[in-house]
């Protein structure tokens, strides 16, 4: 038989295999170089997700080692100031929103990675092969072509504070509570709190109503962004997503 027509046989045995979508339409189907660069592509997704996953406990543990450096500065002995607890919280939502900003880049990374998880090596595992009904290929496609954060700093912020934060944050309240329980001597009446807890011309009082709008402000807040992360994904019109 002629070769020219075994070719031709060959092409349209191609076609009439190609798989097609939803609509109709062929798709392009993987060959053995391809699917090999998208495993070296993945590798390079989970490398850059760990880079930015340590930068991510680098935050952390600045915000922990500052709380613990205060914690010694104020239990040092029964006349040391409760201060150092209240600049350490500020000091701590710094830290946070540093962590919040790395965090939309690792979210990048991890998403690009977990997305290929779900959407191409899992379906092998179960042995149904690659999968072309869901379009997640085109969906990755477009995430490299215009890279973007997929999540907000409020989203990112809120995120960090529920994971990691927020009980730093627990922690420091009660330490401060605790300090001004204790020292210099066992608290008797709210009156001693309050006198406590004054700092130069700043009123106990304020100072006390301003820590609780503090901590309320961000257990509030974490509250929200939960919310809004779970509106989030039931605003998605397809399971195959990122971010």
């Known amino acids: 038989m002629n070769w020219h027509i075994l070719a031709a046989m060959n092409r349209i045995r191609s076609e009439v295999t190609k798989p097609v979508d939803a609509e109709g339409n062929s798709q392009h189907e993987f060959t053995a170089a391809e699917i090999g660069a998208i495993a070296h592509l993945y590798r390079g997704e989970v490398y850059r997700s760990t880079v930015w996953r340590t930068r991510l406990d680098n935050t952390t543990n600045w915000a922990v080692v500052t709380t613990g450096l205060a ?38 990374w991890r998403a690009r990675a977990r997305h290929m998880e779900t959407e191409f090596y899992a379906p092998m595992l179960r042995g149904e092969g690659i999968r072309h009904d ?63 807890a004054a700092i130069g011309p700043l009123p106990g009082e304020l100072v006390v109503l301003c820590g609780f709008i503090f901590h309320g402000a961000w257990i509030i807040f974490a509250y929200v962004t939960w919310k809004q992360d ?11 997503a990122m971010g």
């Open 71 to 108: 914690f010694s500065i104020t239990f040092a002995g029964k006349d040391a100031s409760p201060l150092p607890l209240i600049l350490v919280g500020f000091l701590i939502i710094v830290f946070l929103t540093f962590e919040a900003h790395r965090y939309r880049y690792f979210n990048v």
């Open 230 to 240: 779970l509106a989030t994904r039931k605003l998605r019109s397809s399971n195959v």
């Open 134 to 196: 869901t379009r997640w290929s085109e969906i990755l496609a477009q995430d490299y072509c215009a890279p973007h954060h997929h999540i907000s700093l409020s989203r990112a912020i809120g995120r960090r504070l529920r994971r990691n934060y927020a009980w730093v944050l627990g922690v420091q309240a009660i330490a401060y509570y605790g300090k001004l329980a204790i020292h210099p001597t066992p608290l008797h009446h709210v009156g001693e709190l309050y006198a406590r």
